[in-house]
């Protein structure tokens, strides 16, 4: 009874959820298809000459190495210094007994709520003044501080998942914190930097507001930036070439993303620390 | 010897210092001159670029004189409250609870196609939502295949072709959210309640919702919090038009910074967004410390 009642349910879901599964990838079809279209608009369709005229065309330094090598170094740059200061930062925090570790925690935290869309123009006049505009390298530092309280609060859970007992038996042995931190700590914590260091390269790969901003000349501009120069001079688009630049700039993270759900069998990891 | 103990104590947080610095400069420092220049005249350009002059209040009060900024406030609560709070949160649940009995390839099928459309970068996800809204896109066609009538989305109803889009985009999170949770409620609950004869959606009710309302909660705050910072999709999509149609509080606060100069004016804005942002901040600290054992 229960189980013929059990199947029933169990068709009924897979009906249900296939529809809102088709629904969710009918954008995307578009993509695909449009990128397989020398002639595609805005319709998804079949292509009626499917080649990959498009992907030639956007292969060139121009329009597509230059960009995507800027988004590399600042995805890049920005994973590096998010995970070196929040290295640093959680280990006191994790290590050492403090009144200062709760407020600061909470301040950290309370960091995270803050809606980045919201400091643009302040951050457009720091960078004004401090004659920052157009450098790759400022905006890396910007973005760096946007990931840090998240980054800080991730790091610190997995370095407190580390014994302190492996650590003491190191300075038993006569080693320093620093070479404590550095052959035992970090070590163990290896795949759980890996998923911070991800999850802030995807962020920053995918970051279009933050260097729309900041970054003004053509030379300096990531993908998520530069992809707008296949809207032409008169309003003319490329819709084949965008979908095919699309695809090209997107598969990186989308292969960053299936890395670390595959490896941490968790794909909340990447959600960031829901519970706090 | 109490100094010789603070001083060790100091020198054992040094290692933080990079992590303040970064904070204090990039977040802490933007956030202390909004307020500040949000009580100028700053412009982008012209002489009010050098020399801002200190307006008070003026531009608050302009703000609510200002019709565009009530509309922009009612249309982010709208934004919030139709993508985030019905559409991602609701349909995150749906889809947890109809994976748990459906086959598991067809969830982790369907699981895959909705993953996809938030880990794509923004700014593909904002164009592929655009081509499907727009007047010969995929929605039409579908319409149409079915015999109705085409509607021109992006203009004849902006906010909801943006609140669909950012359902779309964003139901990922709160489905991971929600199967972690589901995945938590022990099985001997579900079982004994339906052995007492409840049917599948009172066993949802009574039992399932109360046990993970801590993480509705939470689930509810961040996705909140999102949602009121998005930019990037409302920009390419409607670019918050027509005639302001869709422009929420960031998508104004840029247009009066940037378009139309009036960094003061715009920053008055922004200042009412972080507002906004730091209520639920302090409320979400809140919640955590109330679910902490």
């Known amino acids: 009874m ?136 400022a905006t890396v530092l910007f973005l760096a501080a946007t990931s840090l309280p998240m980054a800080i609060w991730m790091t610190r859970n997995f370095m407190d998942a580390v014994p302190l007992a492996l650590e003491e038996a190191a300075w038993v042995d006569g080693a320093s914190r620093l070479s404590g931190l550095r052959s035992i700590v970090l070590p163990l914590m290896g795949p759980g930097l890996g998923v911070v260091f991800i999850f802030v390269f995807i962020q920053a790969w995918g970051n279009f507001f933050v260097p729309f901003v900041l970054l003004l000349s053509e030379a300096s501009q990531p993908a998520a930036v530069s992809i707008f120069s296949f809207f032409g001079q008169h309003g003319a688009v490329a819709y084949g070439q965008l979908a095919a630049f699309s695809i090209l700039y997107s598969v990186p993270v989308l292969a960053l993303y299936v890395i670390v759900a595959r490896g941490s069998g968790n794909a909340l990891a990447l959600a960031g620390a829901v519970r706090g | 010897m109490a100094a010789n103990h603070r001083g060790r104590q100091v020198l054992r947080y040094l290692p933080v210092l990079p992590a303040v610095v970064l904070l204090a400069v990039f977040l802490a420092g933007p956030v202390l001159w909004a307020f500040h220049a949000s009580l100028t005249n700053a412009g982008l350009t012209g002489k009010h670029a050098r020399n801002p002059e200190w307006v008070g209040l003026e531009n608050y009060q302009r703000l609510l004189q200002d019709p565009a900024f009530p ?62 809204f727009s007047r010969d896109g995929t929605l039409n066609q579908l319409l149409g295949a079915f015999g109705l009538a085409e509607t021109d989305w992006l203009y004849a109803v902006p906010m909801v072709a943006v609140i669909l889009a950012n359902t779309w985009r964003g139901t990922a999170f709160s489905m991971l959210v929600y199967r972690a949770a589901l995945n938590g409620v022990p099985a001997e609950l579900t079982e004994a309640a339906q052995m007492d004869g409840a049917g599948a959606w009172q066993r949802l009710v009574f039992i399932t919702l109360p046990v993970i309302r801590g993480s509705i909660a939470t689930n509810l705050m961040l996705v909140t919090l999102q949602t009121l910072a998005v930019f990037t999709l409302i920009w390419v999509m409607t670019a918050g038009g027509p005639a302001n149609g869709s422009t929420t509080l960031p998508v104004l606060a840029y247009q009066e910074a940037f378009k139309f100069g009036d960094i003061g004016y715009g920053t008055a804005v922004a200042v009412v967004l972080i507002l906004i942002g730091a209520v639920f901040g302090l409320a979400y600290l809140r919640l955590l410390r109330e679910q902490k054992p």
Not at chain 1, 9 to 29: K, M, Q, T, Y
Not at chain 1, 39 to 66: M, S, Y
């Open chain 2, 71 to 132: 509309l922009s406030l009612a249309l982010t609560v709208l934004f919030v409250a139709g993508s985030a709070i019905l559409g991602q949160n609701v349909l995150g649940l749906a889809l947890a609870v109809l994976m748990r009995r459906a086959r598991p390839m067809v969830s982790a099928t369907v699981g895959t196609a909705v993953v996809a459309a938030w880990v794509l970068p923004e700014i593909v996800a904002a164009f592929a939502a655009y081509a499907f």
């Open chain 1, 2 to 137: 229960t189980g013929r009642h059990g199947r029933t349910r169990s068709v009924w879901a897979d009906v249900v959820l296939l529809l809102i599964g088709a629904c969710f990838l009918l954008p995307l079809l578009w993509l695909v298809l449009g990128s397989l279209d020398p002639a595609a608009g805005h319709g998804t369709k079949l292509p009626q000459q499917p080649g990959l005229d498009n992907f030639a065309a956007v292969f060139t330094p121009e329009l597509l190495f230059r960009p995507l090598w800027n988004s590399l170094l600042l995805s890049a740059g920005t994973g590096i210094v998010t995970l070196v200061a929040a290295v640093l930062a959680a280990y006191p925090l994790s290590r050492y007994r403090s009144r200062f570790n709760t407020p600061f925690m909470s301040a950290i935290l309370f960091g995270t709520c803050l809606p980045v869309t919201a400091i643009m123009v302040p951050v457009y006049g720091l960078f004004v003044q401090l004659r920052l505009l157009d450098s790759i390298f």
